[in-house]
């Protein structure tokens, strides 16, 4: 377990506001007004209300995940797919709440940066020169500062961050200082640290407003749909463990949840001072602030609003590179624009959150309906973490009346919130949930196809062939194919290669070579892991490389394979002269040629219906994927590539007959 975990710096406190608050810390821009929208302001919906919030702070995020779910660190790191990494091994199942939960996170990520930004410029209707402003000139607003946001994501976050922690520090005192100045307003609203008043509103009804503008009663119940999004950022919480240690996220959290306790309070308070028998539709964040301080206000929130959108963008970046580390999504061109570790930037998910962003905007138009939208997803999440952190808790064992008890707790919280969120479908929660599927069913399809292709993958020894390979190599009436010939090999096992590729070298047109390598990548559950291993088969003849890398490391293998190198000529392990006589004289090094074996779907299968559609998916998600080549880092200059049939279910019966001719008979 890495030292700095449990570590309290105040340089790490200040990264841990910038970094891990920014959806949290936001929701107080939209919280209240989805829970009070089309409802009459009473006594009993804002303490209630403010009740529900209080608790639901109190017991998912600091119980569940900043005193409970922070113990589950993988040397360090944290999120849905190292506590998965964790746990794996224990039973094959639990890869599905890992890919529900890490679809959810990248659905949320497409909803949170919209809601944020147009919930921080929506302020603007209550300055006296944008009274009047148009819906479409906010859109248009929020959009500009999107596509400025994802455009800025190539050149990284290294620089700016730095202004995050203090810029997060400002925004988080702003909502302190705010809810404190209304306090006064109503002490009535101190009763909703009494959870009495939660369940009172949770069993009783409410009237509001239908869309045929009828008063009609429902169940208090359904308002925790709206009271689950002051709890959305807590999985965020769990995801930066390693940018910020356990130490400072606990520490940092204590003065987060005061700030937005007493800001929801303020406004409750203000709420029931002013409004109390009226339908309130403004925005009530920016309703308790003084008016001299509503432009500066609006430019604080817009910032924290920015802030909370880079994190979820980052993110998503590093949970894309972890699942394609294990193999639970397709191979992405990934860019690093600084050193920073874990710093790096995926194109094609820039652009896919960019647009899901903005369709986002221009489908919903206002923070008011995409908070009908919001929250739903998340909770698949959360759900998904129980079930795994609770599996993690069985690997620690931990006493069982423990475990039952933390599943009872938080599946019955969950299920609820699930179910409340539910009643959102219909309003523009199918969103989310088509987003989210439409995510969980790329995840599934790669590791379903990848599990039906590893049935058929037929191993050899290895040592059965190493005469022929040896006799090939000495053969000078073949032609030099390459002076090192390197191919990828997924064999665990060092004593075994794929048939394949004995094939590809000794089949058809022979490939001829000095020095054979035969490189392996190996995924550990470790994050930072970056070591290798040499076998020599047959010294200077026969090499095996195996590479050991994190879940988090990216596999540049023309980086790697070249240290490997390097390391094994200063050793004098491997003699990587060209043996050409000429060439041999001057020293110049030998040629590289790495072949990477393409499978392609042959017509020659007899697959069951789910499993055909399963590799028809596959391979069409493969074709517009990065190939395997740039996938593992390799250079063009000097990689082939070779076809050849995918057959994983061969015909077994086909009926073919012979018919003579008169002259044959």
Known sequence: MSKHINKVTAAGLVVALGIIYGDIGTSPLYVFDEIIHNKIITEELIIGALSCIIWTLTLQTTIKYVILTLKADNRGEGGIFSLYTLVRRQKKWLVLPAMIGGAALLADGMITPPISVASAIEGLKILP???????NTIIYIVIGILCILFFMQQFGSASIGKLFGPIMFIWFSMLAVLGLSHLADNWEIFKAFNPYYAIQLLTHEINHL???????PSSGFWLLGSVFLCTTGAEALYSDLGHCGRGNIRISWIYVK???????LGQGAWLLKHETGHMFESKAFY??????????????????????????????FTLIAESIRLNLWPKMKINYPTEARGQLYIPGINTLLFCGCVGIVLYFRNSSAMGAAYGLAITLCMLATTILFSNYMVSRRVNPMFIYLFLGVFLTIEMSFLIANLDKFPHGGYVTLIVGGGLFAVMYVWFRARKIKNRYVEFVRLEEYIPKLEELSNDESVPKYATHLVYLTSANNPKEIEHKIIYSILSGKPKRADIYWFVHVHTLDDPYTCDYVVDHIIPNDIIRVE??????????????????VEDMVINKEVNVTSRYESQQRNNVVGDFQFVVLEKFLSQDNELPFMERMIMKAYFWVKEISLSEEKGFGLSQANVSVEKFPLIVAPVSKFKLRRVYTDEEE
């Open 129 to 135: 020169t944008f009274a009047n402003i148009e819906e």
């Open 287 to 316: 309703s308790v602030m003084p008016d001299w301080f509503q432009l500066p206000g609006i430019i604080i929130a817009t910032a924290a609003a920015i802030i909370a959108s880079q994190a979820l963008i980052s993110g998503s």
């Open 258 to 264: 005061i700030c937005l306790i007493l800001t929801y």
């Open 547 to 564: 590479f050991r890398l994190g879940f988090r490391m990216a596999p540049r293998l023309n980086l790697m394979f070249k240290k490997v």
């Open 210 to 216: 239908n869309a045929q503008g009828h008063w009609v």
